[in-house]
C-alpha cells in the first residue's frame, strides 16, 4: 500500500507541475499585438464608434438648444 500511496502523490504533484505555467519574471513587457485578418474590421468599427460619438455629441447640442429655447432661455 505504500507505494500505491507514494505513486499517487508523486504522480498528483507532476500533474500539478506540469500544467502550472512557468514564472516570468516582472520586468518582460508585454508582447506587442500582432496584425491579423480582422485589424482593417476592427479599425472600421473604431471609425464608426467615433462618428456615432460625434452624432450623439451633436444630437445633445441640439437636444439642450431646443430645451432652453422651449423654457425661453438665451440661446446658447
Known amino acids: 500500500m505504500g507505494a500505491r500511496n507514494a505513486s499517487t502523490i508523486l504522480l498528483a504533484v507532476l500533474f500539478i507541475q506540469g500544467c ?13 499585438p500582432q496584425k491579423t485578418v480582422f485589424d482593417p474590421l476592427t479599425q472600421d468599427i473604431d471609425k464608426a ?10 444630437a445633445e447640442s441640439t437636444r439642450r438648444n431646443l ?3 422651449e423654457r425661453g432661455d438665451a440661446p446658447q
Open 20 to 32: 502550472s505555467s512557468p514564472a516570468q519574471p516582472p520586468d518582460t513587457p508585454p508582447a506587442p
Open 67 to 69: 430645451d432652453s429655447q
Open 49 to 58: 464608434r467615433g462618428v456615432q460619438n460625434t452624432v450623439d455629441q451633436q
